[in-house]
């Protein structure tokens, strides 16, 4: 079965970034959702429903978890569950035109089965399947090996170490000074494949919700990156949460340094 849903969906993703590059030709139209910062345009929703549509005529009993809400409300990750954001990284694609992601999760019974990043702009796809290994446009993607904090890039909001009402940027201050480099590249899913590919060491945000991460997951835990909250435990794919990603061994290193 999860096969043939990857045949499907290799298919699906590359129609949908077609359909988002020949968007770049029209006038997108632009709206705030719950602040000036918080984008969402015309794309982001033909995007999921695109999707939408090709999952509901093929498997009508699998169930959906879209950012832009046109699927289904759901309260539990029973059964084979969706989870799509068609656009990650709106900021990017309204200014920049790239740095952006469609990111897709499939999950049985809560667990992580098939997972999709498809960079549009560079059209690097980007996929796991959990015990199949993960790859990059067909060249599969080495193990993740062990790293530690002075050799690393670390990717974080810069906002985390300002004056916020979620963490004293005290905590977070130790780490940026002793990383090898620090970078924010606006998309969570983007940041999440980058680690993948080694091209990342470690990624952390205070506050993202489950379609930001559940193709990420698949693919960082295939090549044994670690995937938790701050404060180290497991994911829950139906809540908002905070999300620290990170390659073996410095996941530790970092944990002890944020809860010191
Ligand atoms: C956003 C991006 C961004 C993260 C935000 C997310 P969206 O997703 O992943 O990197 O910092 O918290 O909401 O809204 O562009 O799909
Ligand atoms: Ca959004
Ligand atoms: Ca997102
Ligand atoms: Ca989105």
Redesign the pocket.
């Known amino acids: 079965m999860w096969n043939e849903i990857d045949q499907h969906m290799q298919h699906w993703i590359r129609e949908a970034g077609e359909r988002i590059r020949d968007a770049f030709q029209t006038k997108l139209k632009i709206e705030t959702k719950s602040s000036p910062s918080?984008?969402?345009t015309n794309v982001?929703r033909e995007i999921e429903q695109f999707f939408i549509e090709r999952i509901r005529r093929t498997y009508p009993t699998h169930r959906i978890l879209g950012?832009e809400g046109l699927g289904d409300t759901l309260e539990a990750l029973d059964g084979v569950v969706w989870i799509i954001?068609?656009?990650?990284?709106?900021?990017?694609?309204v200014h920049q035109q790239r740095h952006?992601a469609i990111?897709v999760g499939v999950f049985q019974d809560g667990v992580g089965m098939l997972g999709y990043i498809y960079d549009v702009a560079f059209d690097e796809l980007y996929y796991a399947q959990n015990g199949k290994g993960a790859f990059l446009n067909g060249t599969p993607l080495p193990p993740l090996e062990k790293t530690t904090l002075d050799r690393s890039i670390i990717s974080l909001?810069a906002t985390w170490v300002t004056e916020n009402r979620r963490i004293d940027p005290n905590v977070l201050a130790p780490l940026v000074k002793k990383a090898r480099g620090t970078r924010?590249?606006?998309?969570?899913?983007?940041?999440m494949a980058y680690i993948a590919a080694g091209k990342l060491d470690a990624y952390m945000?205070l506050?993202?919700?489950p379609?930001?991460i559940a193709g990420g997951m698949v693919i960082v835990q295939e090549v044994g990156g670690v995937v938790t909250n701050l404060y180290g435990e497991p994911l829950n794919m139906i809540e908002k949460s905070s999300v620290f990603v990170s390659k073996p061994g410095l996941h530790e290193e970092i944990l002890a340094i944020i809860q010191r």
């Open positions: 918080d984008l969402v982001d950012e954001d068609p656009i990650d990284g709106t900021m990017n694609f952006f990111s909001n924010s590249y606006g998309s969570a899913a983007l940041e945000t506050r993202l919700s379609w930001d």
